[in-house]
């Protein structure tokens, strides 16, 4: 594997997500692969659960980690063929070339402007950077996805499903701010290519790029689609159409104990952070079918496993 930024890039997803689980069963199975090694993380955006776990994955495989936050003060010049002389101190030709000197592996998280679709899609930052860098590259969450995220998801979900073909459900839910589509995008990606029955269940205007939702079940009426489930998966993401905005929506979507009660005795999942009692209800987060602290120590496994192989 030369990189790691989105499904395509894994050769064989089903060895990927078979690594997840060896090291979740025994974490310090290849103390040895990364000794020696360097990986550079680089946030342009704030992270717990993404900085801790792959700084922690990285550790269990005997790496040395450095991580450096971007967001204030260092700002890169991105463009070509442009006079350097406004706010902007180094051009990322230099930058990733130079951390490249530093680091056997290079993560990054930089996620989307919500100001420029056409931009934004084409992961202009994260591309820009692996177009300059020297070593393989991570993506920590970029502009349209999370697959670190969502590795994790698969793992969570082959290792606590009942049945072979799940129902699994992921669900818009409120939020008071304008939130990326990475996670939902990354989501539906590696769900279609999961062994599950997927359905996106969204209000009228919050369809997720037309190449995320290809080969699902679409509903905008949440109830219908929560019969039946084994997960729902709950995530906010803002509108994709009228990009970046946050619509009216007429019915309340926060994931509630009634809703629940709808499905077949489904699993809770949410990537976290989470705003309580917006999206969900404190009695389904705090009930037991909730996985997300599970699903969060998971994170650990996804990103030993993807670190794995781009060192082997
Ligand atoms: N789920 C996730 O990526 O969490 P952080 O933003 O805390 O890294």
Redesign the pocket.
Known sequence: MQQFTKLSDVPNPQQLLKDAIDFKQDPRSQEQLGKGKTLVMLFF?????????TQRAALNLGMSVISMNATQGWNLEFEDNVVMNSDKAEHIREAAAVISQYADVIGI?TFASLSDREKDYRDFVLNTFIQYASVPVIS??SAIR?P??SL?DWLTIETTKKVARPKVVLTWAPHPKSLPQA?GNSFAEWMHFADVDLTIAHPPGYALAPEFMADANVSTDQKAAFENADYIYAKNWSAYGAYGQILPVQENWTITADKMALTNDAHFMH???VRRNVVVADAVIDGERSLVIEQ?GN?LFAAQAVLGRLLG
């Open positions: 955006n704030p992270s717990l659960r993404t900085r801790l776990s998280r920590l969450e999370h670190l995220q994790t996670v990537c976290l952070p969060a994170r």
